[in-house]
């Protein structure tokens, strides 16, 4: 059987769903951050298939671009949270609700 | 140029106004109030006679020119245009407004040199100088107007001054009331008007008199128009002079305005304003002489008012209320010329009037004066030798209300006498014959109660009598003069043949041009030849004065016992016939219980529901608040669900 | 690129005896099954895990899968880049962090009452996700496989490297400006308040 564009995609789409998941359910900050590297790198995967599939480097570029965006994000992230810990002791997303409207 | 005889007056008004209101007068004369008082004066009276002699001028000016010319018409500017509904600001100086500018304007400058003097005392001097400017103003647009339009805004100009002259003291609630009664009784009156120019432009396509009139005389073109229009046109323009010139039932105002400063009442509710229905429908007399069942209704309504009038006026003690209810009846009278077609007669006793009427007034007010403010006949008595010029002036006055031979007003109401039993309303002439009757006898029960027999003066007032100074004198004196040697610019023909003279109704043949239809159809029963109406009415006036005399000279008693007697019919009359009780319970106050229940609705209804908007926007807010939590994991949640949804829709669709 | 590998498959028939029948199954296909099930079990065990440190761990061999399945799609240089960078440089910073501050495992009792909708929630949405790859099948949203024109050096450091400098070279400058700002960022956050 061939493997064709369909099964990455449905691949991508099924690790985007379990980040999403795991961004939703977990309690733990740094796990939060993780499950959303996967949805990242599920999205990345999109990327490079239909880039093979169109025959595009164009899909190649803005995954190097996302692979850069994602360690910027994660290294402001990891920043803050750290910064959060510090002061609060905790990294339970359901304690850390200063913001409440 | 005639639009000056109207700029000079509204100049003066300007000016006093904004240096009134700007307290500029009182920097100017550093708190001098005599040379505040002087300024003032002098800007407001200098233009009403710059306006007056302007009148003399141009009047002058017609007398050189034909009788079929004589008309002066300027056009200032266009004020309306649209499409086919033109309207322009133009003036029209003919004999008829001539006439009437001529009073408006030397009456007025009178007044103004009386007011000076009255109102010496008064804070608001030149509010009150302003105010009677403004009332000069538009009573000469309204009489100088060459178009219905402009009629009317001179119309509810002068109501407009009324209402700020009446309120004038307007601290004292009652007399802010007054000048409210006076504004809204008046304005019942204008809606009948303003309906009746609006059928006016539907049926001859132009509010402007020359088209109009022109139009109403060609009886190519009345043919088409239903003779029902034309009464209806008719009516509906009389009940705005039923309104302004204070007629049955919209008269009640009239007494209630005496609350304002005398000299108002002597220029606006005798000489002038009041007037301003009878010149409208002179005015209108295409109108009126070709349909005879407005004529009959005009005719009665004045009869009425004539007789109710006069009625009420023989038991009032209050000088100003006397003089008030003589102004309605008077009114009535001509009214009653004016409804049977003779408009010129109606027009002379409108002259006559004014002079007598506004001496009358100024008199009390001079009467009020010396009495410290006291305005109770019944507390007065044997002020001749105190105030002599007073005295004699106002006898003149009286004199001539009555109909005194030779006066003045003899030869206008006997004009209207005339023409009411020679056009064949019997009946209207006889009323009008009692009213003689009872004229002469309130008037002179006036006269004699206030000067002379015993003095019943309360001892306080009794050493601060003294006569008016000049100012106010000099325009008794000019107006006396007036009363005496007026009429005879009016002399009926029969009388002046006499002596040899024709045509000596010099007035009637002055106004003619202005007459454009008249139907004088002389269908009575000529049972009584010209020299008996006038004995009739000479008679008449006779009776009135003798019973006077019995009554309040020389049998001062007589008139308790009489009340006594007939004590409901007394106090009926005393009470004006509880006609404003009347209205008071019929209109009044149904509309002020709906008024409060207006309110009330807007209150809850309306209110209510702009405040339950704002509640329930305040609820919603309060309910979405409890989304913001600050938990992100549901923050998380909800995009997440929300990201899925928006594919779904685009990918479904 | 690859050939066909002759693999033989042996069929057992249900009388017992046994033939050898020739299939053909590309190399590919087996590489993609098998990388693709470790990448999904390594997501499962992300989401699963109490302690943070076998969650990286898994994170990582869900790194690594998808690189293989990078290179199945031609795409070299980005496999690469991704274990260098990605599994290499940010995977070790979020282990650095965990051991920075010494978290424990967390006790992982689902705190949330609700552990069946989630459960169901993640069916759901799996299904969904599943009912659009379908339509897009059916729509012809997808390219087949076929053999596409390739351009010059697809896949390599050359391609990459003209493409990225000729046709975006302006979003690689601003990338550029974007990690500078997120150093600044990081020492600022990051650093001791005097209090």
Known sequence: MNISIEHYLVLSAILFVIGAYGVIVRKNLIIVLMSLELMLNSANLAFVAFSRALGDMTGHVFMIMSITVAAAEVAVGLALLVSIYSHRETLDIDVLKLLKG | MIVWIILFPLIGAVINGLLFASGFWKKVCRGDEHSEHSISSLIASGAVLLSAILSTFYFVQLLSLDPPQRQIIQELFVWIPSGDFTVSFELMFDTLSSVMALVITWIGFLIHIYSIGYMHHDKAFAKYFTYLNIFVFFMLILVLGNNFPLMFVGWEGV??????????????????????????VNRIGDFGFLLGIFLIFFIFGSVNYQDVFGKAIDPAFMSAVPGVTITAIGLLLFVGAVGKSAQFPLYVWLPDAMAGPTPVSALIHAATMVTAGAYMMARCNVFYSQSPTTQMVVVSIAAFTAILAATIAITQNDIKKVLAYSTVSQLGYMFMAIGVGAYAAGLFHLVTHAFFKALLFLGSGSIIHAMSDEQDIRKMGGLRKSIPITAITFLIGTLAIAGLPFLSGFFSKDEILAALYDRGYTIHWIVALITVVLTALYMLRLYLLTFEGKSRVPESIKRYVHESPYSMTIPLIVLAVLSIFGGYIGVPDFMGRIIGLHDTNLFEHYISPAILLDNAKEVGHHLFGH???????????????????YLYYFKPSAPGEIANEIEPLYKASNNKWYVDELYDYIFVQPFSYLCTMAARFDQKIIDGAVNGVASVLKDTAYTLQTAQTGVIRSYATLMAIGAAAILIIIVLW | MFDYLFIPNILYSSKGEYSTRRTFTSLETVVFYVFAALALAGALMVISFKNPVSSALSLVLTLFSTAVLFVLLLAHFVAVIQI????????????????????????????????????????????????????????????????????????????????????????????????LVAIIGVVIIAKKRAN
């Open chain 3, 84 to 179: 260098l960078v990605y599994a290499g440089a940010i995977m070790i910073l979020f282990l650095f962090t965990v051991m920075f501050l010494n978290l424990k495992p967390e006790s992982l009792k689902f705190e949330s009452k609700h552990l069946g909708f989630k459960v169901s929630a993640l069916l759901v949405i799996l299904l969904f996700v599943g009912y659009f790859a379908s339509l897009g099948f059916k729509k012809g949203l997808f390219l087949s496989n076929t053999s596409v024109s390739e351009m010059e050096g697809f896949g390599t450091v050359q391609g990459v490297g003209t493409t990225l400098f000729i046709d975006y070279l302006l979003p690689f400058e601003l990338t550029s400006i974007l990690i």
């Open chain 2, 159 to 184: 109501g407009l001054a009324s209402f700020l002259l009446i309120g004038f003291w307007y601290e004292d609630n009652e007399k802010a009331y007054a000048g409210r009664k006076a504004f809204i």
């Open chain 2, 531 to 549: 020299w008996a109406l006038v004995g009739f009415s000479i008679g008449g006036a006779a009776l009135g004065i003798i019973i006077a005399f």
